[in-house]
């Protein structure tokens, strides 16, 4: 155990030689893995806080219950007492009266509602839930549906589908760029790993010839490519940092004439450290295929 | 300690640089072997030290026959052996101290006792004086006395050379003759590929003369 340590302690010093040793070629990689980086990762950003918006904005996730017309006080009550023992449940209750007063304000209405000879307008309950997924939203109205004096139940669901939908076409766009710059920082630290390979023949041919096993040829290239995609994880955090800052400015702007307050929130230590780690699992990656090919001419 | 039997090895292309060789070497033995310029002396040696592998026959060293090893079984073999290259192998971009401590960082000795044995080494071949210097700084005898010291930091049993005093001047020469019977001394076994004259009449019959692959 104590010669494992050893020789992965000087596979990683070594690795560390190498990376710090040529400063410009490492600056230049780790500016080329982070970008690839960057941009997946701002996407996912720019999702999260769409996602955010979505479930911030107000009056959107409700459902409108209309009651029959011919429904009595009591039935009204027994609805709105079934309302209030539902978790997770917002309701306000707008009596039919209430309702025909409203839509008498409105200029386009107001004739059409005073040439009615009665009020023809249900009492009503706008209902709020908490889980405001499509697919919950769903189950509550055809629940709510099914409750005795209730005529309909309204979902204002179509902008909730179509954002969700947005969401999803979003979030499977972010997958494939992902995947395509993912391709693309395996290939440069490919290449990174192949010179440093050709620059380390004569090391790699000694360490053979006395007696290194494949294992321990590999390793500091192992470590090499994790560094540097890990690093390129660090600057890509960075970037997308940046960028947020710039964006804060605009966005609150904007947010503001829509008569809403919202701000953009930066990733977490946690979404940070899974960047590092999905570049430096990519750079092993990238390491562990440079390292198969370039070692076969030593074979 | 060293025996070989019909030992063979032809070349891609059909060149054959040994043909059914066999001797025996015992533990603690000194033994050049000698010969013109393609003889099969450096061929030997690589076979020896399990570099390359033998077309046909046996060669069993320290009781294993490394004819039938398995590839991964290879690098663990060559732990056994010093060996010093005729152009000496030395890695450039590293210092005097860290070119000893390779075999060691290989074997997987932990930092601190790696530095320790790999000054000693340099101190037996009096290199410790220059632990810091890059060995492109150092002459072609010292060069060679660099590479001893990386071949015998591990404690090899036996100590495998090709040509270790070509291209050296008459004093260095000696010194490095000097640093084999030392160690010959105390009890390592050595296979020299020479082609030193000087050397060859000091060691009084204790030769294999190969010539066109076969002993003569």
Redesign the interface.
Known sequence: M???L??H??ALALALRRLFGAPLNTLLSLLAIGIALTLPAFGYVALDNLREVGRSASGVQQLSLFMDVGASKKDVSEIETRLQSMPGLRNVFVPRDEALKRLQKSQEMAEIVASLPRNPLPDAFIVEPADVSPAALENLRQELSSWPKVAHVQLDSAWVKRFDAFLRLGKLALMMLAGLFAAGLIAVTFNTIRLQVMAQA??I??????????A?IRRPFYYFGALQGALGGIVASGLVFAALHLLAGPVGELSTLYGASFALHAPGALEIAALCAAGAILGWLGAQLSVSLSLRRFD | MIVANSLTKRYPGGFEALAGVSFEIRAGEMILVTGHSGAGKTTLVKLI?S?ERPTSGSLVVNGQNLSALRR?AI?????HFG?I?QDQ?L?F?RTTLDNVM??L???????RDAVRRAQAALDKVGLLAREKANPIALSGGEQQRLAIA?AVVNRPTVLLADEPTANLDHESAHDIRSLFAEFHRVGVTIVVATHDQSWIELCHGNTLRLDHGRLA
């Open positions: 104590r010669r494992w050893s020789q302690r000087a004569s090391e041919e000694v360490a053979r010839m006395i007696g290194a096993t494949d321990f | 030290a570099i991964s690098p663990y073999v060559r732990r060996m290259f192998k890695l971009d390779l075999p960082q290989i074997a997987g000795l932990p930092h990386r």
